[in-house]
């Protein structure tokens, strides 16, 4: 298995509240992607790393920034948390190999009240 | 624009035969990916397809026809902890993936 985690695994939040989530490769993958997974919408991109400090948006990145300071780490910030935010969200990496298929992070349940 | 569609859900018994389509139109294409999620976890990755013609990885087998913009996955001898979501997605530039929604497959006795 790709040596990926996420933290934290589950929280809970209030609306209006900023949240951080980490996740951690050991891979030294080049490139590294967050989703968001809901019901009846499969995996959408929200933003993704293509090195150190180069990142750009995907599909749905409105309300999301993200920095990646170390090949290692790729963080996900919601500013200001709001409900529409509750959704599972995995951290996916890969390689520059012909497929580029990409390895999945266990997710993080993430719940804005 | 992407849009990759397949079906919702399938249901199928113990030993037999199921198989999974999916339909795409996008702006590109470099190459189509299956899988599977088991409830409550990761994907995790099943099959790659980039030319025409079919993949075969054990009981999992993987079909494309890049003209038709469709592929299948065929999942023989069924077996219960095959009960999961299949997803489908398509690379159609450079490295990112656009999914589809998921097929639940469940398995019964």
């Known amino acids: 298995d790709a040596g990926i985690t996420q933290s934290p695994r589950h929280k809970v939040t209030e609306t209006g509240t900023p949240v951080t989530l980490r996740c951690h490769q050991t891979?030294?993958?080049?490139?590294m992607y967050w989703y968001r997974q809901d019901p009846g919408h499969g995996l959408r991109l929200i933003h993704y790393?293509?090195?150190?400090?180069?990142?750009d948006k995907g599909e749905v990145s409105d309300g999301y920034s993200v920095s990646r300071s170390k090949t290692e780490d790729f963080l996900l910030t919601l500013e200001s948390a709001t409900s529409s935010q509750t959704s599972v969200y995995f951290c996916a990496i890969s390689e520059g190999t012909s497929s580029y298929e990409q390895y999945f992070g266990p997710g993080t349940r993430l719940t804005v009240t | 624009g992407q849009n990759i569609d397949q079906p919702t859900e399938m249901t199928a018994t113990e030993g037999a035969i199921v198989q999974i389509n999916c339909t795409y139109q996008t702006s590109g294409f470099n190459g189509l990916f299956w899988y599977q999620q088991h409830a409550g976890e990761a994907p995790t990755f099943l099959s790659y397809n980039v030319l025409d013609g079919l993949e075969e990885k054990g009981r999992f087998s993987s079909f494309l026809s890049r003209s038709k913009g469709y592929s299948y996955l065929l999942l023989k001898e069924l077996q219960m902890k095959d009960s999961a979501s299949y997803l489908c997605?398509?690379?159609?530039?450079?490295?990112?993936?656009?999914f589809g929604a998921g097929t639940t497959v469940t398995v019964r006795a």
């Open positions: 997605a398509v690379r159609d530039g450079d490295y990112k993936l656009s």
């Open positions: 891979e030294n993958h080049r490139y």
């Open positions: 790393s293509y090195g150190v400090k180069d990142t």
